[in-house]
């Protein structure tokens, strides 16, 4: 299939597209190939990807575009996996609407966002400003990460000079906190610089100013503007049937080249590490999905694919896409415990389970960790009682990372009770402690 150089939206379905650029065939389809040489400009992309879908777009053309979205398969890369076709039809249902692209990947061990909007700004507006095209928005707001606001803030003045947008972009500063990135957080913050999660409960009824609100992390954007550009077929080309295109995953710890990769969904854990140039010793456990993913045994997991199904038979998914490598010389225990720590210092504070329930958590954990009683028929007691009862997915993720502990790291819990740890170094990150 060649790419048309209209987008598919204008040259409608099942019709032969026009000449023009090559869709990629292969890996990278997101990012440019080879090193990182600063972000892609406004020309090099336009010659790599060909002109935008357009934002003007009547309502024959959203639907039909907004199904071929649908028969792609494309679903949140943000972590919660929810089909992207569904969210754009529930928000294009209401009046006047705002699109947010989400870019605030507060995740610290996550760097997958960062690295998209680093190197391929364009695509991300791309995506954004199509999904106010798709939605009748007349506004994307763009939040993100500090270390890439220039160069988002730069892309937005380059597309502006060639006059090649119809909607208002407005670029905003995230919010440096890790509950920060939750969709209702992300609305609370720009709106009133408060990165908490409100009550209100389905942003496409009212969200930003009251309007119906659209918010899509932005690597799910930019394969929103690839989709328009080259279609569904081309989009499920990579990845498996019932998880169709690639992803971007994170990769750290104890590998020999921590990076950020472009994968095809379903790809075994053992090529993702090997593309990230192996693991550099020994290792005993693999932490995926992120802080509030789960711990793995090394061994089983290697062979498996990296996919919600791929994942599913150890308790696991590709959630955020991360794939952290512990070390046999490293304490999963220890890990475990700074990171809840830091998780229960990182909550809105807004409901009981986070206000008390997480810090009495990471108490009992660190007592583990510490090798001192710990009582764990009431820390799993604990557990139970915050799951599924917080006003936001943030406590459940801790209970989940804490619950894998338990099971991966049994042996472990036992060396402490008898005064003896792996000790070894940290390997995931935690950034220090602030203030609320």
Known sequence: MRAAS???????PGGPPPPGPMPPERLPRLLPAGPAAGPVSLSAHLARYGPPPSARLDQRRRKALTEEVGRAGLTGRGGAAFPTARKLAAVAAG??????????????????????????????????VLAAGLTGAGKAVIVVHRSVREIIGDAVAERRRARLDHVRIQVVTAADRFVAGEARAVVHWVERGIPAPTATPRLHERGLGGAPTLVQNVETLAHLALIARYGAAWFRSAGTPAEPGSMLVTVLGAVRQPCVLEIAIGTPVRRILDLAGGPSGPAQALLLGGYCGSWTDAGPAVSLPFSADGLAPLGAGPGAGLVAVLPEDACGIRETARVVRYLASQSAGQCGPCRFGLPAVAGQVERLADGRTCDLRLLRRWLGQVDGRGACHHPDGA?????SALTVFAAELRQHAEGWCRGGRSVLPVPPRRPR
């Open 6 to 12: 209209a987008s598919w939206c204008e040259a409608g």
């Open 399 to 403: 209970v989940r990372l804490v619950r």
């Open 95 to 128: 009046r006047a609407a705002v699109v947010v692209a989400n870019g605030t990947e507060g995740e610290p061990a996550s760097a997958k966002d960062k690295v998209l909007m680093a190197r391929s700004p364009h695509l991300v507006l791309d995506g954004a």
